[in-house]
């Protein structure tokens, strides 16, 4: 079973609009930490944000939210008033100390947002 | 900031060529990573090393071979490139422990490699 899950393979909008994308996680340990990446074309991953499993208070950033919910597992990302600079593939990952590859991390498949003028 | 550095953007090599690629951490970070990352597959651990001379096998690390003769400097090698192995391929570093404990991964830039 996935244990990240990102469902929106792509997501298209017209700037302006808010956008979110989803993020839902499983395991089994009780300390753990979630992350978001953005991967712009030019490649390289830009860490986002990390919050760990006992903080459950929502962060806002300028246009970036998310909203944590451990009842649904749940580590969702709103953009709001999206621009074209938004267009990126975005990453969701857990980290957790009894599963994941050998570096503790499990990352989502992505979820390809497009920004259009 | 923490700057992740890969040398090369963009390489083109031939079957059976021995490629380095080359990526260096100017944060004192303890562990360092390499990635690969194909459609679908997602991101994928080839290697990671938690200390100078260190290393561990990630999920994929058949193919390939590193080396960390330096705390900031880690190394992918591909022993015989194969045309399987065309992919893009991230660095990463972060803070000492295990990364299940939250630290932070930052990532370089990428290295897109073709094989021919």
């Known amino acids: 079973a996935q244990k990240v899950t990102q469902a929106q393979t792509e997501i298209s909008v017209v700037e302006k609009e808010d956008v979110t994308l989803d993020c839902v996680y499983e395991t089994r340990d009780t300390t753990y930490y979630l992350f978001w990446y953005k991967q712009p074309p030019s490649g390289e991953l830009v860490f986002l944000i990390r919050r760990n499993s006992f903080d459950e208070q929502n962060e806002i950033s300028g246009r970036y939210s998310w909203n944590f919910q451990k009842s649904t597992s749940s580590f969702n990302f709103t953009i709001t008033a999206s621009q074209v600079v938004d267009s990126a593939v975005y990453f969701c990952?857990?980290?957790?100390?009894?599963?994941?590859?050998?570096?503790?991390?499990?990352f989502g498949k992505g979820t390809h947002l497009i920004i259009q003028p | 900031d923490v700057k992740v550095t890969q040398s090369s953007r963009y390489l083109v090599k031939r079957t059976g060529e021995k490629v380095f690629l080359e990526c260096v951490q100017d944060?004192?970070?303890?562990?360092m990573f390499w990635y690969r990352q194909d459609p679908g597959l997602g991101l994928r651990l080839i290697y990671f090393?938690?200390?100078?001379?260190?290393?561990e096998k990630g999920d994929i690390p058949e193919g390939y071979s590193v080396s960390r003769e330096k705390k900031e400097r880690f190394s992918l090698i591909l022993e015989s490139a194969s045309t399987n192995q065309t992919s893009m391929y991230l660095c990463?570093?972060?803070?000492?422990?295990?990364?299940?404990?939250?630290?932070?991964?930052?990532f370089g830039e990428g290295s897109w490699l073709t094989v021919v």
């Open positions: 944060m004192d970070h303890e562990n």
């Open positions: 990463a570093s972060s803070l000492s422990g295990f990364v299940g404990r939250g630290n932070t991964i930052y």
């Open positions: 990952a857990l980290s957790e100390n009894s599963g994941g590859g050998a570096d503790g991390l499990t």
């Open positions: 090393s938690y200390d100078v001379k260190m290393k």
